[in-house]
């Protein structure tokens, strides 16, 4: 599915109220939404799952308000940052302290493998902007102007996190052996 | 030039990582579950009716009452052409139904979609 299918499956929903294409794009980006809140709750998937979820609902009922000036997947992720970031405010931060709970996860569910394990704790070392940044970078092939639009903060700030992201996740990597 | 090297062996190290670690996770109900949770909107077909009705009720009005648009040379029944300003505004109200249960079930987009996809 292509920028024009977005833009159409847009269309159908803002003016035909047409859900089977909001159940489209839902299905296109469940993964890319899904990897990422994995990973930025450091594999907690019953929580990413739910944050997940509110990010779509969110999506939906502001469909009107995409402009179009940007990709639909940059205006999704721009939600999916701001409802995490809303949680882990509204959590007063558990999402950190939950660690243990995420620990027990990462060794009883199959998902998460040894390799799993040791990207969360790479991912640990780092403050959360850069975590996002990093993993926006990586994981989702988001360009720095798109990170930028994402977490709403300035171009440098966006190559700043990035360049520290890399250099901790760097020596973690050399530290465990990875070459 | 060293460190530039060293640099380049450290970001193919990660970006490594990252994509041995980037794992598409299975749909296995979810789309389903988030559109169990979609809300109602607000149906948007009574703007539809409501010009509909209100151009129908101008056009009765100035021809009915004002008697402006009679005189017209082309049209010297003044009934001709109250039925036709009327279908003006009837038969779209009319066709909108028709049109929009026919988007939502028979047109496929995908294909239209081929033609747009250059822009």
């Not at chain 1, 931060?93 to 660690?99: A, L, Q, R, V, Y």
């Not at chain 1, 850069?130 to 966006?158: Q, S």
């Not at chain 2, 060293?2 to 996770?25: G, H, T, V």
């Amino acid at each position: 599915m292509s920028k024009a299918d977005d833009f159409l499956c847009i269309t159908r929903v803002n003016l035909l109220g047409d859900k089977t294409a909001f159940d489209q794009l839902t299905h296109k980006y469940q993964s890319s939404i899904r990897r990422f809140f994995l990973n930025l709750t450091m594999g907690d998937s019953q929580l990413s799952d739910d944050l997940a979820q509110e990010t779509f609902i969110k999506a939906y009922l502001g469909l009107r308000t995409f402009n179009g000036l940007s990709a639909f997947s940059t205006w999704l992720f721009r939600i999916a940052y701001n409802v995490f970031y809303d949680a882990v405010r509204a959590r007063k931060n558990t999402i950190d302290i939950d660690t243990a709970e995420i620990d027990k996860n990462m060794k009883s569910d199959n998902l998460f493998s040894t390799e799993r394990a040791d990207i969360y704790s790479a991912l640990k070392q780092l403050r959360n902007e850069e975590r996002t940044a990093l993993l926006l970078f990586y994981m989702e092939d988001k360009t720095h102007p798109e990170i930028a639009k994402i977490m709403n903060c300035p171009l440098g700030t966006v190559k700043t996190y990035i360049l520290k992201g890399k250099k901790m996740v760097g020596e973690y990597l050399k530290k465990e052996g990875y070459e | 030039m060293n460190k530039l090297k060293s640099d380049n062996k450290e970001d193919a190290l990660i970006q490594r990582f990252f994509e041995k670690n980037k794992a598409e996770i299975p749909d296995k109900g979810f789309t389903e579950k988030v559109m169990k949770q979609l809300p109602e909107q607000k149906s948007l077909d009574w703007i539809v009716w409501f010009f509909a009705a209100a151009g129908i009720s101008i056009t009765l009005y100035i021809v009915l009452s004002m008697e402006i648009v009679i005189p017209l040379p082309a049209i010297n029944d003044s009934k001709v052409l109250l039925y036709i300003i009327g279908g003006v505004f009837i038969l779209p109200a009319l066709m909108f139904p028709v049109l929009k249960t026919a988007c939502a079930n028979c047109f496929d987009y995908s294909k239209f979609s081929k033609f747009l996809s250059p822009f």
